[in-house]
C-alpha cells in the first residue's frame, strides 16, 4: 500500500530555496525526505527547477543547480517505503527502512543501538550530526499518547513525522506531513494512543535565501 498524500507540507519559500540550493543541510535533508513521501512537493521542485533552469540559461555555469538535488531527484525513482505500520515493536528494520532514504542515509544500519537520550519517561531525542554549525537536527521518538513537554527555541522548528502521528491544537499530522512552528507559538503535540511516533525536527532561525541563486529567485516568492 503506497502512502498516503501528506496534508501538511514545507512553506512554498521552503521549497524555493531548496530548488535554489541555498537551504541549510539539515533542512535540505528535511526537504527531500518530505519529497520523497509528497508528490505534490515532488512536482512543485520540479517546477521550480526548469524555472530557474530557465532563467539561468544565459549566466555562468556556476549558476546551475547543485548535483544534491539530481542526486535526491535520483532517488525518488526508489520503491515506495512500507506503508504506515502498526503499532509494536518499534525501531526495528521495518522502521528504519521506512525512513526515506535521504534521511536514512544519516542514520546507519540500526535505530535500536544509536545514543538516544532521556528526555522524560516516554520520550528520547537522538542529536544528529547534519551540516557544519547550522540548525540543530535530531530524531524524536514519543510513545502513544505521550504529550511533548513544553519546550523553547529562538527560530522555527519544523518537524517531520516519519512514524506513528501527533495531534497539535486540533490538527492530526501523520507520515510525511510537515509542522512548522514559531518561537512565538504556544502549543503542546501529543503523540496519537494507537503507535509511537517517530519525528525528524529541525529547529533553526527564519529560513533566508542568499547567495546568487537564492536573490534572483527572490523576485518570484509571492507568485
Ligand atoms: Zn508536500
Known amino acids: 500500500m503506497a502512502d498516503a498524500v501528506p496534508t501538511f507540507h514545507p512553506e512554498p519559500e521552503t521549497l524555493l530555496g531548496y530548488a535554489a540550493g541555498s537551504l541549510d543541510e539539515a533542512s535540505s535533508v528535511l526537504v527531500a525526505t518530505h519529497l520523497a513521501l509528497c508528490p505534490r512537493c515532488r512536482a512543485e521542485v520540479r517546477r521550480l527547477e526548469t524555472v530557474g533552469g530557465a532563467l539561468t540559461g544565459s549566466l555562468e555555469p556556476v549558476a546551475l543547480a547543485p548535483d544534491a538535488l539530481a542526486t535526491v531527484l535520483a532517488r525518488l525513482d526508489e520503491p515506495e517505503a512500507p506503508a504506515r505500520r502498526p503499532a509494536g515493536p518499534a525501531f526495528d528494520r521495518e522502521t528504519l527502512f521506512s525512513v526515506p532514504a535521504p534521511l536514512r542515509d544519516y542514520l546507519g544500519g540500526n535505530l535500536s543501538s544509536l545514543p538516544w537520550r532521556w528526555r522524560g519517561p516516554s520520550i528520547r531525542e537522538l542529536p544528529l550530526a547534519i551540516g557544519d554549525g547550522g540548525p540543530r537536527a535530531s530524531l524524536i521518538r514519543v510513545r502513544p499518547g505521550t504529550a511533548l513537554p513544553a519546550h523553547t527555541h529562538t527560530g522555527a522548528e ?34 496519537t494512543p494507537d503507535a509511537e511516533c517517530l519525528c525528524f525536527a529541525v529547529v533553526d532561525g527564519p529560513l533566508r535565501l542568499t547567495g546568487p541563486i537564492g536573490r534572483l529567485f527572490n523576485p518570484f516568492l509571492r507568485l
Do not use: E, K
Open 158 to 191: 519544523t518537524t517531520l513525522v516519519l512514524c506513528g502521528a501527533f495531534v497539535d491544537d486540533g490538527q492530526s499530522f501523520a507520515r510525511g506531513d510537515v509542522s512548522i512552528a514559531t518561537s512565538d507559538d504556544d502549543h503542546q503535540p501529543v503523540a
